[in-house]
């Protein structure tokens, strides 16, 4: 009896667990998207030259796209999120029979002890344990879906932001090309110099192409993983906007995700396990084998140990990683006022007719150049809050 006694105590943890973990996945939903580095469904200014172009081509709009769309479409259709589901619908089902077994048992009146009581409470507890993984397995892969769609989602930005600065290098080579070809005519340029500016010309055209390719890439990444055709073309909405974040204790924070993270998880039902083989053991198998079950409690116990301290390492490696990140958005915004100021003087001289236009359109160029660099840095700033919250998602 003293041993159900002690079964009885691991039910209670266990229980416990089932209902941590219910709450962590509430918290896991509510908390997906609620990151310093936000998004906004209504871009600043006209669409992307590159969205407009496409669309110019079919005369007609194309269909939005948010993330959180992307999100849902890429959990229809990924495999691994219905197989988790309906492994935990298989998991609860076991978890009920095993239940249901432990009021099977009878008491022998000749011996007093309840018959098929040890099977019965070892089924349940690790019936119990298997329940607990597979929810806990179910919000680890939505976690990952996640940030593989918000990745593959701001990938296209990217790929988009590529072509525009490859569309524009290539006008400036177009023209440097048209001024070297004036001058060779005039014989005030080598024909070795005109050679060089119609090949730069031509290699910025190479280049376009190939970027225009890597975008055709992302889109069908993203077509793929949402299930839809490909070729398929969405005005992305929901462009990342940097926001300073609130101030973090990293230390604080770490061990806040210690209960949450999977990985550790996995390792404390690890030493449940083990426990369960110990007190459940069978002495049928020898003394030997008891030690070796004894000592696999503590190689679970050390081992958990370890996961802990890798686990906070690395959050603290990201955290620095994040901050560094921070500190490059300030000096792009910086240099964005300079490159703006010496836009407006370029305008000044262009129109008092002191520079020519190709000089007016590196300012220009600069300036969309930074904008692009923050907006790709936002990106990532986001995807580093995201992991920061949430490290087990990558």
């Given at each position: 009896?003293?041993?159900?006694?002690?079964?009885?105590?691991?039910?209670?943890?266990?229980?416990?667990?089932?209902?941590?973990?219910?709450?962590?996945?509430?918290?896991?939903?509510?908390?997906?998207?609620?990151?310093?580095?936000s998004t906004a469904s209504n871009t600043s200014g006209a669409s992307s030259a590159v969205t407009s172009k496409t669309a110019s081509t079919t005369g007609q709009a194309l269909p939005t796209l948010t993330l959180k769309q992307a999100v849902e479409w890429a959990q229809t259709n990924n495999y691994n999120t219905r197989s988790t589901e309906r492994d935990v619908e298989r998991r609860r089902i076991e978890f009920k029979n095993a239940e249901k077994d432990l009021g099977?048992?009878?008491?022998?009146?000749?011996?007093?002890?309840?018959?098929?009581?040890?099977?019965?409470?070892?089924?349940?507890?690790?019936?119990?344990?298997?329940?607990?993984?597979?929810?806990?397995?179910?919000l680890y892969a939505k976690d990952q879906l996640y940030f593989n769609a918000m990745k593959t989602y701001q990938s296209v930005f990217v790929a988009e932001n590529q072509v525009k600065n490859d569309l524009e290098a290539l006008e400036i080579a177009q023209a440097e090309e048209k001024i070297a070809l004036a001058k060779f005519a005039r014989g005030k340029l080598s024909e070795y110099a005109k050679n060089e500016s119609v090949q730069a010309r031509s290699q910025a055209q190479q280049t376009v192409e190939q970027s225009k390719t890597a975008l055709q890439k992302a889109r069908d990444a993203l077509n793929f993983l949402m299930g839809q055709p490909n070729g398929s073309v969405y005005e992305l909405v929901d462009r990342p906007i940097y926001k300073e974040p609130e101030k973090l204790d990293i230390e604080v924070h770490i061990q806040q995700l210690m209960d949450m993270n999977?990985?550790?998880?996995?390792?404390?039902?690890?030493?449940?396990?083990?426990?369960?083989?110990?007190?459940?053991?069978?002495?049928?198998?020898?003394?030997?084998?008891?030690?070796?079950?004894?000592?696999?409690?503590?190689t679970a116990k050390e081992e958990l140990d370890k996961g802990q301290k890798d686990f906070a390492e690395?959050?603290?490696?990201?955290?620095?990683?994040?901050?560094?990140?921070?500190?490059?958005?300030?000096?792009?915004e910086e240099s964005l006022i300079t490159a703006k100021e010496g836009l407006e003087l370029s305008r000044k001289k262009w129109a008092r007719g002191l520079?020519?236009?190709?000089?007016?359109?590196?300012?220009?160029?600069?300036?969309?150049?930074?904008?692009?660099?923050?907006?790709?840095?936002?990106?990532?700033?986001?995807?580093?809050?995201?992991?920061?919250?949430?490290?087990?998602?990558?």
């Open positions: 009896m003293k041993q159900k006694a002690a079964a009885t105590l691991l039910v209670l943890s266990l229980s416990a667990g089932l209902v941590s973990t219910v709450q962590a996945d509430s918290a896991s939903g509510s908390t997906a998207t609620s990151t310093a580095t099977n048992a009878y008491l022998d009146l000749i011996e007093g002890e309840y018959v098929g009581d040890e099977a019965s409470w070892r089924n349940y507890n690790s019936s119990t344990l298997s329940y607990l993984a597979s929810k806990k397995q179910a999977p990985n550790l998880w996995k390792l404390e039902d690890n030493i449940k396990t083990s426990e369960l083989n110990v007190r459940y053991f069978d002495f049928n198998s020898g003394a030997g084998a008891y030690d070796l079950a004894k000592l696999d409690v503590d690395s959050l603290r490696n990201l955290y620095a990683t994040f901050k560094d990140n921070q500190k490059k958005y300030v000096q792009l520079i020519i236009e190709l000089e007016l359109k590196n300012s220009q160029l600069k300036v969309e150049q930074i904008e692009r660099q923050m907006e790709e840095l936002a990106i990532e700033l986001n995807q580093n809050e995201y992991t920061l919250n949430k490290p087990w998602s990558t």
